[in-house]
């Protein structure tokens, strides 16, 4: 098990702009997504519920940005 740390927006917001190598994972429901304003271009879609069947496709070599509403 890895540590798992909380930052802020505005670290997300530099890690897009540095390129920095890292997996974006939008963790929010359909509904949310389909309605929201605003998406990470790149990021993994990966609904809360659907996490279990799909933990394989999450990738391990990179740290990994969770994100939902």
Known sequence: MTD???ITKEEVKRRIETGED???LDIRNPRP???A???IKGAIR???NEIDQ???SIPKDKPIVTYCT
Do not use: A, G, M, T
């Open 22 to 24: 890292v997996v974006f």
């Open 46 to 48: 990966l609904p809360f």
């Open 54 to 56: 799909r933990i394989d």
């Open 33 to 35: 997504w389909e309605r």
């Open 37 to 39: 304003e605003h998406k």
């Open 4 to 6: 798992s740390i909380r």
